[in-house]
Protein backbone atom coordinates (compact mmCIF):
# COMPACT_ATOMS: atom_id res chain seq x y z
CA UNK A 1 0.00 0.00 0.00
CA UNK A 2 3.07 2.38 0.36
CA UNK A 3 2.43 3.12 -3.34
CA UNK A 4 -1.36 4.61 -2.62
CA UNK A 5 -1.29 8.05 -2.96
CA UNK A 6 -5.12 8.46 -2.69
CA UNK A 7 -7.64 5.83 -1.65
CA UNK A 8 -11.36 6.19 -0.37
CA UNK A 9 -13.40 3.89 1.04
CA UNK A 10 -17.36 3.83 1.03
CA UNK A 11 -17.35 7.06 0.15
CA UNK A 12 -21.14 8.65 0.23
CA UNK A 13 -22.42 11.92 -1.18
CA UNK A 14 -26.29 12.57 0.01
CA UNK A 15 -28.53 15.72 -0.75
CA UNK A 16 -31.42 16.85 0.59
CA UNK A 17 -33.61 14.30 -1.44
CA UNK A 18 -31.62 11.46 -0.02
CA UNK A 19 -27.88 9.47 -1.28
CA UNK A 20 -26.74 10.74 -4.74
CA UNK A 21 -23.33 8.09 -4.42
CA UNK A 22 -22.98 5.36 -2.32
CA UNK A 23 -20.33 2.87 -1.13
CA UNK A 24 -17.69 3.61 -3.41
CA UNK A 25 -14.49 2.89 -2.90
CA UNK A 26 -11.08 3.64 -4.88
CA UNK A 27 -7.61 3.81 -4.96
CA UNK A 28 -4.27 5.21 -7.27
CA UNK A 29 -1.05 4.44 -7.38
CA UNK A 30 2.03 7.23 -7.56
CA UNK A 31 1.81 7.36 -11.88
CA UNK A 32 -1.47 5.29 -12.36
CA UNK A 33 -4.59 6.61 -14.25
CA UNK A 34 -7.88 5.67 -13.37
CA UNK A 35 -10.46 6.39 -15.20
CA UNK A 36 -14.45 7.00 -13.89
CA UNK A 37 -17.03 6.52 -16.62
CA UNK A 38 -20.43 6.61 -16.92
CA UNK A 39 -23.60 8.73 -18.42
CA UNK A 40 -24.33 12.11 -17.12
CA UNK A 41 -26.22 11.37 -13.68
CA UNK A 42 -23.91 8.34 -12.71
CA UNK A 43 -23.00 10.20 -9.89
CA UNK A 44 -19.15 10.34 -11.26
CA UNK A 45 -18.31 14.17 -11.15
CA UNK A 46 -19.83 13.97 -7.66
CA UNK A 47 -17.23 11.76 -6.75
CA UNK A 48 -14.38 13.44 -8.01
CA UNK A 49 -15.82 16.73 -6.28
CA UNK A 50 -16.21 15.04 -3.25
CA UNK A 51 -12.45 13.88 -3.35
CA UNK A 52 -11.43 17.56 -3.16
CA UNK A 53 -14.14 18.92 -1.02
CA UNK A 54 -15.61 21.00 -3.65
CA UNK A 55 -19.50 19.86 -2.91
CA UNK A 56 -22.06 22.22 -4.51
CA UNK A 57 -24.35 23.48 -1.17
CA UNK A 58 -26.58 21.28 0.31
CA UNK A 59 -24.62 18.02 -0.17
CA UNK A 60 -22.42 16.05 2.55
CA UNK A 61 -19.64 13.30 2.06
CA UNK A 62 -18.74 10.78 4.60
CA UNK A 63 -16.29 7.91 4.02
CA UNK A 64 -12.67 7.35 4.54
CA UNK A 65 -9.94 9.32 2.52
CA UNK A 66 -6.41 8.43 2.58
CA UNK A 67 -4.13 10.97 1.32
CA UNK A 68 -0.54 9.96 1.06
CA UNK A 69 -1.44 8.06 4.42
CA UNK A 70 -3.10 10.67 6.13
CA UNK A 71 -6.29 10.57 7.09
CA UNK A 72 -8.48 13.38 5.72
CA UNK A 73 -11.79 14.33 7.25
CA UNK A 74 -14.31 14.47 3.98
CA UNK A 75 -16.11 17.29 5.14
CA UNK A 76 -15.87 20.48 3.18
CA UNK A 77 -15.53 22.76 5.66
CA UNK A 78 -12.91 21.29 7.59
CA UNK A 79 -9.90 23.32 8.23
CA UNK A 80 -7.44 20.53 6.62
CA UNK A 81 -8.75 21.20 3.54
CA UNK A 82 -7.20 24.73 2.94
CA UNK A 83 -3.86 23.38 2.82
CA UNK A 84 -4.85 20.36 0.42
CA UNK A 85 -7.16 21.82 -2.38
CA UNK A 86 -4.71 22.97 -5.23
CA UNK A 87 -1.65 21.58 -3.09
CA UNK A 88 -1.77 18.06 -2.51
CA UNK A 89 -4.55 17.53 -5.12
CA UNK A 90 -5.15 19.46 -7.94
CA UNK A 91 -8.14 19.81 -10.38
CA UNK A 92 -8.47 20.78 -14.20
CA UNK A 93 -11.75 20.95 -14.63
CA UNK A 94 -13.57 20.39 -17.95
CA UNK A 95 -14.38 23.96 -19.27
CA UNK A 96 -11.58 26.24 -18.83
CA UNK A 97 -12.90 29.27 -20.13
CA UNK A 98 -15.81 29.34 -17.67
CA UNK A 99 -13.61 28.25 -14.65
CA UNK A 100 -10.78 30.89 -15.91
CA UNK A 101 -11.60 34.60 -15.02
CA UNK A 102 -12.20 36.78 -17.95
CA UNK A 103 -10.83 39.67 -15.77
CA UNK A 104 -7.51 38.83 -15.12
CA UNK A 105 -4.39 37.72 -16.63
CA UNK A 106 -3.35 34.16 -17.15
CA UNK A 107 -0.28 34.41 -14.71
CA UNK A 108 -2.06 35.64 -12.13
CA UNK A 109 -4.25 33.07 -11.87
CA UNK A 110 -2.07 30.16 -12.37
CA UNK A 111 0.13 31.82 -9.28
CA UNK A 112 -3.05 31.62 -7.01
CA UNK A 113 -2.29 28.14 -5.52
CA UNK A 114 1.20 29.94 -4.32
CA UNK A 115 -0.02 31.40 -1.06
CA UNK A 116 3.05 33.00 1.24
CA UNK A 117 5.53 32.96 -1.72
CA UNK A 118 7.33 36.23 -2.49
CA UNK A 119 6.22 38.41 -5.68
CA UNK A 120 9.45 37.41 -7.85
CA UNK A 121 9.19 33.93 -6.18
CA UNK A 122 6.00 34.00 -7.75
CA UNK A 123 6.88 35.11 -10.88
CA UNK A 124 9.75 32.66 -11.24
CA UNK A 125 7.32 29.66 -10.35
CA UNK A 126 4.87 30.74 -13.23
CA UNK A 127 7.12 31.07 -15.87
CA UNK A 128 8.25 27.28 -15.22
CA UNK A 129 4.65 26.26 -15.03
CA UNK A 130 4.30 28.29 -18.54
CA UNK A 131 7.33 25.83 -20.42
CA UNK A 132 6.53 22.69 -18.49
CA UNK A 133 2.79 23.11 -20.34
CA UNK A 134 4.26 24.30 -23.60
CA UNK A 135 3.03 27.89 -23.35
CA UNK A 136 5.54 31.61 -24.40
CA UNK A 137 5.54 32.87 -21.49
CA UNK A 138 3.45 36.52 -23.24
CA UNK A 139 0.66 33.91 -21.97
CA UNK A 140 1.40 35.31 -18.43
CA UNK A 141 0.16 38.80 -19.93
CA UNK A 142 -2.62 37.47 -21.42
CA UNK A 143 -6.48 37.27 -21.12
CA UNK A 144 -8.16 33.94 -21.20
CA UNK A 145 -10.54 35.63 -24.53
CA UNK A 146 -7.22 35.60 -26.04
CA UNK A 147 -6.21 32.38 -26.16
CA UNK A 148 -8.05 28.93 -28.28
CA UNK A 149 -9.66 26.30 -26.39
CA UNK A 150 -6.40 24.21 -26.01
CA UNK A 151 -4.31 27.08 -24.75
CA UNK A 152 -7.14 27.75 -22.10
CA UNK A 153 -6.77 24.13 -20.90
CA UNK A 154 -3.19 24.58 -21.03
CA UNK A 155 -3.48 27.37 -18.61
CA UNK A 156 -5.60 24.96 -16.54
CA UNK A 157 -3.10 22.66 -16.03
CA UNK A 158 -0.57 25.16 -15.32
CA UNK A 159 -2.47 26.34 -12.28
CA UNK A 160 -3.37 22.45 -11.17
CA UNK A 161 -0.06 21.33 -11.22
CA UNK A 162 2.15 24.88 -9.40
CA UNK A 163 2.08 23.23 -6.33
CA UNK A 164 3.49 20.00 -7.56
CA UNK A 165 0.31 17.77 -6.32
CA UNK A 166 0.40 14.20 -5.83
CA UNK A 167 -2.65 13.68 -7.47
CA UNK A 168 -4.48 15.60 -10.24
CA UNK A 169 -8.70 14.90 -10.97
CA UNK A 170 -9.06 16.00 -14.50
CA UNK A 171 -12.87 16.49 -15.05
CA UNK A 172 -14.08 16.05 -18.39
CA UNK A 173 -10.71 17.48 -19.65
CA UNK A 174 -10.89 17.17 -23.15
CA UNK A 175 -14.93 17.28 -23.67
CA UNK A 176 -14.63 20.83 -26.21
CA UNK A 177 -11.57 20.27 -27.58
CA UNK A 178 -10.65 18.78 -31.07
CA UNK A 179 -9.41 15.58 -31.77
CA UNK A 180 -5.53 16.85 -32.53
CA UNK A 181 -5.73 19.17 -29.50
CA UNK A 182 -6.71 16.24 -27.49
CA UNK A 183 -4.54 14.30 -28.31
CA UNK A 184 -1.80 16.88 -27.13
CA UNK A 185 -3.05 17.79 -24.18
CA UNK A 186 -3.41 14.18 -22.72
CA UNK A 187 -0.15 13.60 -24.09
CA UNK A 188 0.98 16.74 -21.86
CA UNK A 189 -0.61 15.50 -19.34
CA UNK A 190 0.78 11.99 -19.17
CA UNK A 191 4.15 12.65 -20.06
CA UNK A 192 4.14 15.19 -16.67
CA UNK A 193 2.29 12.32 -14.76
CA UNK A 194 5.56 10.36 -15.46
CA UNK A 195 8.00 12.77 -14.77
CA UNK A 196 6.34 13.64 -11.63
CA UNK A 197 4.99 9.79 -10.54
CA UNK A 198 1.70 11.86 -9.89
CA UNK A 199 -1.74 9.80 -9.35
CA UNK A 200 -4.34 10.43 -12.28
CA UNK A 201 -8.38 10.09 -11.13
CA UNK A 202 -9.51 10.92 -15.12
CA UNK A 203 -13.44 11.53 -15.16
CA UNK A 204 -15.00 11.50 -18.46
CA UNK A 205 -17.33 10.15 -20.81
CA UNK A 206 -15.53 9.43 -23.93
CA UNK A 207 -14.81 5.72 -23.60
CA UNK A 208 -12.54 6.09 -26.01
CA UNK A 209 -9.86 8.49 -24.01
CA UNK A 210 -10.39 6.04 -21.10
CA UNK A 211 -9.65 3.11 -23.06
CA UNK A 212 -6.18 4.83 -24.73
CA UNK A 213 -5.27 6.66 -21.43
CA UNK A 214 -6.30 4.56 -18.38
CA UNK A 215 -4.29 1.25 -16.92
CA UNK A 216 -7.79 1.12 -14.79
CA UNK A 217 -11.73 1.67 -15.01
CA UNK A 218 -14.46 2.37 -12.72
CA UNK A 219 -17.69 2.42 -14.40
CA UNK A 220 -20.22 4.14 -12.27
CA UNK A 221 -24.02 4.02 -12.73
CA UNK A 222 -26.93 5.64 -10.54
CA UNK A 223 -24.03 6.67 -8.07
CA UNK A 224 -23.00 3.16 -7.48
CA UNK A 225 -19.55 1.22 -8.92
CA UNK A 226 -21.12 -1.25 -11.36
CA UNK A 227 -17.93 -2.66 -12.90
CA UNK A 228 -14.04 -1.92 -12.38
CA UNK A 229 -10.91 -3.73 -13.52
CA UNK A 230 -8.53 -2.93 -16.16
CA UNK A 231 -9.19 -1.42 -19.47
CA UNK A 232 -8.64 -4.31 -21.34
CA UNK A 233 -10.70 -6.64 -18.82
CA UNK A 234 -13.59 -3.81 -18.37
CA UNK A 235 -13.62 -2.91 -22.24
CA UNK A 236 -13.15 -5.95 -24.15
CA UNK A 237 -14.82 -8.50 -21.45
CA UNK A 238 -17.65 -6.69 -19.59
CA UNK A 239 -19.38 -8.18 -16.97
CA UNK A 240 -22.46 -6.05 -16.50
CA UNK A 241 -25.07 -5.12 -19.52
CA UNK A 242 -24.44 -1.40 -18.29
CA UNK A 243 -20.48 -1.58 -19.09
CA UNK A 244 -21.44 -3.51 -22.16
CA UNK A 245 -24.37 -1.31 -23.56
CA UNK A 246 -22.19 1.70 -23.09
CA UNK A 247 -19.52 0.00 -25.55
CA UNK A 248 -21.77 -0.41 -28.10
CA UNK A 249 -23.05 3.46 -27.94
CA UNK A 250 -19.99 4.26 -29.12
CA UNK A 251 -19.75 4.91 -33.00
CA UNK A 252 -17.08 2.88 -34.86
CA UNK A 253 -14.56 4.84 -36.99
CA UNK A 254 -14.55 2.42 -39.66
CA UNK A 255 -17.89 1.46 -40.23
CA UNK A 256 -21.41 3.22 -40.75
CA UNK A 257 -24.15 1.69 -38.71
CA UNK A 258 -27.52 1.54 -39.93
CA UNK A 259 -28.61 2.97 -36.89
CA UNK A 260 -26.80 3.35 -33.67
CA UNK A 261 -27.39 0.49 -30.42
CA UNK A 262 -28.68 2.74 -27.73
CA UNK A 263 -29.60 2.44 -24.10
CA UNK A 264 -33.24 3.27 -23.62
CA UNK A 265 -34.33 5.77 -21.31
CA UNK A 266 -32.32 7.66 -18.82
CA UNK A 267 -30.08 7.24 -15.48
CA UNK A 268 -32.33 7.10 -12.33
CA UNK A 269 -32.17 8.80 -9.20
CA UNK A 270 -30.45 6.63 -6.62
CA UNK A 271 -32.90 7.83 -3.86
CA UNK A 272 -35.77 5.85 -5.97
CA UNK A 273 -33.88 2.68 -6.90
CA UNK A 274 -34.70 0.76 -3.83
CA UNK A 275 -33.86 -2.76 -3.72
CA UNK A 276 -33.56 -3.38 -7.31
CA UNK A 277 -30.60 -3.37 -9.58
CA UNK A 278 -30.83 0.01 -10.84
CA UNK A 279 -30.60 -0.84 -14.40
CA UNK A 280 -33.37 -3.48 -14.55
CA UNK A 281 -35.82 -1.44 -16.00
CA UNK A 282 -32.68 -0.42 -19.05
CA UNK A 283 -31.18 -3.68 -18.76
CA UNK A 284 -31.81 -6.31 -22.34
CA UNK A 285 -31.20 -8.59 -20.38
CA UNK A 286 -32.73 -8.33 -17.04
CA UNK A 287 -34.64 -11.51 -15.01
CA UNK A 288 -36.10 -11.82 -11.97
CA UNK A 289 -33.73 -11.30 -9.60
CA UNK A 290 -32.71 -8.11 -10.89
CA UNK A 291 -35.78 -6.52 -9.30
CA UNK A 292 -34.69 -8.66 -5.60
CA UNK A 293 -30.90 -7.45 -5.56
CA UNK A 294 -28.72 -4.30 -6.37
CA UNK A 295 -25.08 -4.79 -7.47
CA UNK A 296 -22.16 -6.43 -5.32
CA UNK A 297 -18.82 -6.49 -5.27
CA UNK A 298 -17.38 -10.11 -5.01
CA UNK A 299 -13.84 -11.55 -4.35
CA UNK A 300 -13.51 -12.46 -7.44
CA UNK A 301 -14.72 -9.65 -9.43
CA UNK A 302 -17.94 -7.65 -10.01
CA UNK A 303 -21.31 -9.31 -10.51
CA UNK A 304 -24.52 -7.20 -10.48
CA UNK A 305 -26.74 -10.31 -9.62
CA UNK A 306 -26.06 -13.62 -9.99
CA UNK A 307 -28.54 -15.04 -12.83
CA UNK A 308 -27.34 -12.14 -14.79
CA UNK A 309 -23.57 -12.95 -15.38
CA UNK A 310 -23.56 -14.70 -18.42
CA UNK A 311 -20.44 -16.03 -20.06
CA UNK A 312 -19.98 -14.15 -23.83
CA UNK A 313 -22.32 -11.22 -22.68
CA UNK A 314 -23.04 -9.68 -25.47
CA UNK A 315 -25.60 -7.88 -27.42
CA UNK A 316 -27.36 -8.08 -30.79
CA UNK A 317 -24.91 -7.27 -33.71
CA UNK A 318 -26.04 -3.85 -35.18
CA UNK A 319 -27.23 -3.83 -38.98
CA UNK A 320 -23.99 -3.31 -41.19
CA UNK A 321 -24.51 -3.20 -45.27
CA UNK A 322 -21.84 -5.56 -45.75
CA UNK A 323 -21.04 -4.23 -49.07
CA UNK A 324 -20.27 -0.49 -48.16
CA UNK A 325 -18.23 0.98 -45.94
CA UNK A 326 -20.92 3.45 -45.54
CA UNK A 327 -24.18 3.08 -45.63
CA UNK A 328 -26.18 6.44 -46.53
CA UNK A 329 -29.55 6.85 -44.74
CA UNK A 330 -33.04 6.55 -46.71
CA UNK A 331 -32.54 10.65 -47.20
CA UNK A 332 -29.17 10.06 -47.95
CA UNK A 333 -30.04 7.86 -50.95
CA UNK A 334 -32.56 9.59 -52.86
CA UNK A 335 -30.44 12.80 -53.60
CA UNK A 336 -29.18 13.56 -57.23
CA UNK A 337 -26.07 15.88 -58.41
CA UNK A 338 -28.58 18.34 -60.05
CA UNK A 339 -30.82 18.51 -57.58
CA UNK A 340 -28.43 21.16 -55.92
CA UNK A 341 -30.26 22.93 -52.83
CA UNK A 342 -27.09 25.31 -51.25
CA UNK A 343 -23.98 26.49 -52.81
CA UNK A 344 -21.13 28.85 -51.91
CA UNK A 345 -18.44 30.19 -53.91
CA UNK A 346 -14.82 31.87 -52.83
CA UNK A 347 -16.66 32.96 -49.36
CA UNK A 348 -14.28 34.88 -47.36
CA UNK A 349 -14.37 36.47 -43.90
CA UNK A 350 -12.04 38.15 -41.88
CA UNK A 351 -11.95 39.51 -38.01
CA UNK A 352 -9.30 42.15 -37.62
CA UNK A 353 -6.10 40.65 -38.68
CA UNK A 354 -7.46 37.01 -38.17
CA UNK A 355 -8.59 35.56 -41.62
CA UNK A 356 -11.17 32.98 -40.65
CA UNK A 357 -12.48 31.96 -44.14
CA UNK A 358 -10.39 31.70 -47.30
CA UNK A 359 -12.25 31.41 -50.55
CA UNK A 360 -14.51 28.39 -49.37
CA UNK A 361 -16.24 26.82 -52.03
CA UNK A 362 -19.13 23.98 -50.65
CA UNK A 363 -22.45 22.45 -51.80
CA UNK A 364 -25.22 20.65 -50.37
CA UNK A 365 -28.23 19.02 -52.13
CA UNK A 366 -31.40 17.95 -51.23
CA UNK A 367 -31.75 15.23 -48.56
CA UNK A 368 -28.24 15.19 -47.91
CA UNK A 369 -25.96 15.25 -45.18
CA UNK A 370 -22.36 17.10 -45.71
CA UNK A 371 -20.22 16.63 -42.72
CA UNK A 372 -17.45 20.06 -42.01
CA UNK A 373 -14.37 18.55 -40.14
CA UNK A 374 -11.16 20.35 -38.70
CA UNK A 375 -9.61 21.63 -35.85
CA UNK A 376 -10.69 24.42 -33.40
CA UNK A 377 -10.07 27.59 -35.37
CA UNK A 378 -10.28 26.17 -38.91
CA UNK A 379 -13.57 28.42 -39.74
CA UNK A 380 -16.40 25.61 -39.11
CA UNK A 381 -18.64 27.96 -36.94
CA UNK A 382 -17.77 31.15 -38.70
CA UNK A 383 -18.66 29.20 -42.13
CA UNK A 384 -22.27 28.25 -40.60
CA UNK A 385 -22.66 31.71 -39.28
CA UNK A 386 -22.70 32.67 -42.53
CA UNK A 387 -24.75 30.17 -43.98
CA UNK A 388 -27.61 30.60 -41.25
CA UNK A 389 -27.41 34.57 -41.50
CA UNK A 390 -25.76 35.44 -38.09
CA UNK A 391 -22.46 36.86 -39.90
CA UNK A 392 -22.09 38.13 -43.66
CA UNK A 393 -19.34 37.30 -45.83
CA UNK A 394 -16.78 39.81 -46.68
CA UNK A 395 -16.91 38.39 -50.79
CA UNK A 396 -17.60 35.95 -52.29
CA UNK A 397 -21.51 34.11 -53.19
CA UNK A 398 -24.07 32.25 -50.92
CA UNK A 399 -27.11 30.80 -53.00
CA UNK A 400 -29.87 28.86 -51.43
CA UNK A 401 -32.85 27.35 -53.64
CA UNK A 402 -30.89 28.68 -56.29
CA UNK A 403 -30.61 32.48 -55.31
CA UNK A 404 -28.57 34.57 -53.80
CA UNK A 405 -29.01 34.31 -49.80
CA UNK A 406 -28.83 37.58 -48.14
CA UNK A 407 -29.72 38.22 -44.21
CA UNK A 408 -31.51 35.86 -42.01
CA UNK A 409 -34.05 34.89 -44.66
CA UNK A 410 -35.83 31.35 -43.45
CA UNK A 411 -35.01 28.17 -44.75
CA UNK A 412 -32.12 27.38 -42.90
CA UNK A 413 -31.78 26.66 -39.28
CA UNK A 414 -29.29 25.83 -36.76
CA UNK A 415 -28.93 23.58 -33.69
CA UNK A 416 -25.83 24.69 -31.49
CA UNK A 417 -23.10 22.66 -29.41
CA UNK A 418 -24.77 23.51 -25.88
CA UNK A 419 -28.14 23.28 -25.23
CA UNK A 420 -28.08 24.42 -21.34
CA UNK A 421 -26.58 27.57 -23.10
CA UNK A 422 -28.84 27.79 -25.97
CA UNK A 423 -32.01 27.41 -24.18
CA UNK A 424 -33.24 30.12 -21.81
CA UNK A 425 -33.34 29.20 -18.32
CA UNK A 426 -36.15 31.37 -17.44
CA UNK A 427 -38.28 30.17 -19.66
CA UNK A 428 -40.77 27.23 -19.52
CA UNK A 429 -40.26 24.97 -22.96
CA UNK A 430 -43.71 25.81 -24.32
CA UNK A 431 -42.84 29.81 -24.52
CA UNK A 432 -39.24 28.51 -25.94
CA UNK A 433 -40.76 26.32 -28.70
CA UNK A 434 -43.87 28.78 -29.20
CA UNK A 435 -41.68 31.66 -29.95
CA UNK A 436 -40.16 29.84 -32.62
CA UNK A 437 -42.95 28.44 -34.39
CA UNK A 438 -43.82 32.26 -34.60
CA UNK A 439 -40.99 32.28 -36.91
CA UNK A 440 -42.77 30.25 -39.56
CA UNK A 441 -44.95 31.47 -42.04
CA UNK A 442 -47.92 29.62 -40.83
CA UNK A 443 -47.64 27.81 -37.95
CA UNK A 444 -50.07 24.16 -38.11
CA UNK A 445 -47.70 22.92 -34.86
CA UNK A 446 -47.96 23.18 -31.13
CA UNK A 447 -45.00 23.41 -28.78
CA UNK A 448 -46.19 20.04 -27.49
CA UNK A 449 -46.84 18.11 -31.65
CA UNK A 450 -42.70 19.76 -31.50
CA UNK A 451 -41.89 17.61 -28.63
CA UNK A 452 -43.34 14.15 -30.11
CA UNK A 453 -41.37 14.69 -33.19
CA UNK A 454 -38.64 14.46 -30.83
CA UNK A 455 -39.28 11.91 -29.05
CA UNK A 456 -39.76 13.52 -25.80
CA UNK A 457 -43.66 13.48 -24.00
CA UNK A 458 -45.98 16.81 -24.38
CA UNK A 459 -45.77 16.82 -20.71
CA UNK A 460 -42.27 18.35 -21.13
CA UNK A 461 -43.97 21.38 -22.19
CA UNK A 462 -44.62 22.55 -18.59
CA UNK A 463 -40.78 22.00 -17.62
CA UNK A 464 -38.02 24.67 -17.71
CA UNK A 465 -34.64 23.53 -19.12
CA UNK A 466 -33.26 22.74 -15.66
CA UNK A 467 -35.07 20.09 -15.45
CA UNK A 468 -34.58 18.17 -18.26
CA UNK A 469 -31.18 15.74 -18.89
CA UNK A 470 -28.71 17.27 -21.14
CA UNK A 471 -29.81 14.90 -24.08
CA UNK A 472 -33.21 15.93 -23.58
CA UNK A 473 -32.40 19.25 -23.85
CA UNK A 474 -30.77 19.32 -27.33
CA UNK A 475 -33.94 17.39 -28.38
CA UNK A 476 -35.89 20.44 -27.17
CA UNK A 477 -33.02 22.34 -29.28
CA UNK A 478 -33.89 20.36 -32.37
CA UNK A 479 -37.51 21.37 -31.94
CA UNK A 480 -36.82 24.48 -31.54
CA UNK A 481 -34.89 24.93 -34.99
CA UNK A 482 -37.09 22.35 -36.08
CA UNK A 483 -40.31 24.83 -35.55
CA UNK A 484 -40.12 27.48 -38.42
CA UNK A 485 -39.90 23.85 -40.80
CA UNK A 486 -36.53 24.55 -42.24
CA UNK A 487 -35.01 22.59 -45.42
CA UNK A 488 -31.93 22.79 -44.38
CA UNK A 489 -30.50 21.65 -40.21
CA UNK A 490 -27.03 22.83 -39.63
CA UNK A 491 -25.90 21.29 -36.55
CA UNK A 492 -22.80 22.44 -35.13
CA UNK A 493 -20.76 20.35 -32.53
CA UNK A 494 -24.39 18.72 -31.49
CA UNK A 495 -23.50 15.83 -29.33
CA UNK A 496 -19.59 16.60 -28.25
CA UNK A 497 -21.42 17.69 -24.97
CA UNK A 498 -23.24 14.37 -24.42
CA UNK A 499 -22.16 11.26 -22.86
CA UNK A 500 -22.16 8.20 -25.48
CA UNK A 501 -25.78 6.66 -24.55
CA UNK A 502 -27.45 10.17 -25.55
CA UNK A 503 -25.29 11.21 -28.35
CA UNK A 504 -26.47 7.70 -29.64
CA UNK A 505 -30.14 8.62 -29.12
CA UNK A 506 -29.24 12.21 -30.80
CA UNK A 507 -27.49 10.56 -33.92
CA UNK A 508 -30.81 8.32 -35.00
CA UNK A 509 -33.15 11.27 -34.23
CA UNK A 510 -31.61 13.46 -36.80
CA UNK A 511 -31.30 10.39 -39.06
CA UNK A 512 -34.61 9.54 -38.24
CA UNK A 513 -36.08 13.27 -39.01
CA UNK A 514 -33.49 13.18 -42.77
CA UNK A 515 -36.15 10.36 -43.83
CA UNK A 516 -39.25 12.04 -42.01
CA UNK A 517 -38.93 15.60 -43.35
CA UNK A 518 -36.17 15.07 -46.03
CA UNK A 519 -34.27 17.84 -44.09
CA UNK A 520 -30.75 18.47 -45.60
CA UNK A 521 -27.99 18.94 -42.79
CA UNK A 522 -24.23 20.59 -42.44
CA UNK A 523 -22.87 18.60 -39.30
CA UNK A 524 -20.09 19.95 -37.76
CA UNK A 525 -18.16 18.07 -35.60
CA UNK A 526 -14.57 17.26 -34.71
CA UNK A 527 -15.31 13.86 -33.95
CA UNK A 528 -14.92 11.89 -37.08
CA UNK A 529 -16.73 8.94 -35.69
CA UNK A 530 -19.67 10.60 -35.39
CA UNK A 531 -19.27 12.38 -38.88
CA UNK A 532 -19.05 8.82 -40.40
CA UNK A 533 -22.58 7.44 -38.77
CA UNK A 534 -24.16 10.38 -40.18
CA UNK A 535 -22.34 12.21 -43.06
CA UNK A 536 -22.63 11.30 -47.17
CA UNK A 537 -19.61 13.90 -48.24
CA UNK A 538 -17.07 15.43 -46.09
CA UNK A 539 -15.40 18.34 -46.22
CA UNK A 540 -11.85 18.78 -43.87
CA UNK A 541 -11.47 22.70 -43.22
CA UNK A 542 -7.65 24.02 -41.96
CA UNK A 543 -7.04 27.54 -41.37
CA UNK A 544 -10.15 28.85 -43.25
CA UNK A 545 -9.57 26.69 -46.47
CA UNK A 546 -11.29 23.49 -47.61
CA UNK A 547 -8.26 20.83 -47.99
CA UNK A 548 -10.01 17.97 -49.18
CA UNK A 549 -13.69 16.97 -50.18
CA UNK A 550 -15.31 14.03 -50.83
CA UNK A 551 -17.37 10.65 -50.15
CA UNK A 552 -17.31 9.72 -46.20
CA UNK A 553 -15.89 6.51 -47.21
CA UNK A 554 -12.84 8.42 -49.87
CA UNK A 555 -11.90 10.84 -47.03
CA UNK A 556 -12.01 8.37 -43.87
CA UNK A 557 -11.17 5.71 -45.76
CA UNK A 558 -8.22 6.95 -47.81
CA UNK A 559 -7.54 10.34 -47.14
CA UNK A 560 -5.22 11.90 -49.32
CA UNK A 561 -4.14 15.51 -47.83
CA UNK A 562 -1.50 15.32 -44.71
CA UNK A 563 -3.73 16.53 -42.48
CA UNK A 564 -6.82 14.64 -42.86
CA UNK A 565 -4.37 12.06 -42.21
CA UNK A 566 -2.90 13.78 -38.81
CA UNK A 567 -6.58 14.35 -37.95
CA UNK A 568 -7.37 10.55 -38.67
CA UNK A 569 -4.29 9.65 -36.56
CA UNK A 570 -5.05 11.73 -33.78
CA UNK A 571 -8.23 9.72 -33.05
CA UNK A 572 -7.76 7.81 -29.89
CA UNK A 573 -8.06 3.88 -30.87
Known amino acids: MTNVVLAVSDLNVTGPKGPIVTGVSLDIRRGQTLAVVGESGSGKTLTGRALLGLLPAGLSASGILDLEGHRVDLDPTHPAWRTIRGRQIGLVPQDPFTSLSARHQCGIQIAMPLRGQSRSRRRELVAQALDEVGLPQRVARQYPFELSGGMRQRVALAAALITDPAVLIADEPTTALDVTTQAEVLDLIAGLQRDREMGLLLVTHDLAVARARAEQIVVMYAGRIVERGSATAVFHAPQHPYTLGLRECEPPLHTRLARMPVIEGSVPRLADVGNAC ?139 QDPSSALNPGLKIATSLRDALRAGDAPTDTPQDLLTQVGLPAGYARRRPRALSGGEQQRVAIARALAPKPEILICDEPVSALDVSAQAQILNLLAELRGEFGLSMIFISHDLAVVRQVADRIYVMLDGRVVEQGSTAEVLGQPQDPYTQRLLKSVPV
Open 278 to 416: AFADRCSLVVDACTEAVPTLAETGLGHAAACIRPGLALPTPEVDPSRPDQPSPAGSATHADDTLLVTKGLTKSFGRHTALSGVDLELRRGECIGVVGESGSGKTTLSRILVGLERADSGTLQFRGRPRTGRAGGIQIVF
